[in-house]
C-alpha cells in the first residue's frame, strides 16, 4: 500500500507560478512510476506529467506546452509539479498518482491516489 499526500495547491493570478508537491508513504518509492493528473467538474480526469522510476524521463500532456516541470527525489520519496505561466483554465483538483511499474502511462490506470489539492487562477 502506497498513500499520497498532496500539498501546495491555492489561489494564484493569471501568469503566476506555483509548486505542488506529493510525499509517499508505505513502500519503497523506487519501483513506481508517478503522475499528476487534474479534474474539473463534469470532466474527466485528464493526464498533467509522468515521470518514470529514475526520474530520467518524464512526460507531459500536450496542453502544458513548456509550462510545467516534474521532478521527483526518490531520497525524500517526493515529486513535485512546478507550474508557470498559470491559465484560468488550469483551474482544477490536481491528484498525485503513482503506479507499480517503471514506466509512465498516460491513462488513468494507476494503483493508488492522492486525495486532491486545489489549484485555481483567478483572471
Known amino acids: 500500500q502506497v498513500q499520497l499526500v498532496e500539498s501546495g495547491g491555492g489561489l494564484v493570478q493569471v501568469g503566476d507560478s506555483l509548486s505542488l508537491s506529493c510525499a509517499a508513504s508505505g513502500r519503497t518509492f523506487l519501483g513506481y512510476a508517478m503522475a499528476w493528473f487534474r479534474q474539473v467538474p463534469g470532466r474527466e480526469r485528464e493526464f498533467v506529467a509522468g515521470?518514470?522510476?529514475?526520474?530520467?524521463?518524464?512526460y507531459y500532456g500536450d496542453f502544458v506546452k513548456g509550462r510545467f516541470t516534474i521532478s521527483r527525489d526518490n531520497a525524500k520519496n517526493t515529486i513535485s509539479l512546478r507550474m508557470e505561466s498559470l491559465r484560468p483554465g488550469d483551474t482544477a483538483v490536481y491528484y498525485c498518482a503513482a503506479r507499480q511499474s517503471i514506466g509512465v502511462v498516460t491513462t488513468t490506470q494507476y494503483d493508488y491516489w492522492g486525495q486532491g489539492t486545489q489549484v485555481t487562477v483567478s483572471s
Open positions: 515521470i518514470n522510476w529514475s526520474g530520467g524521463t518524464t
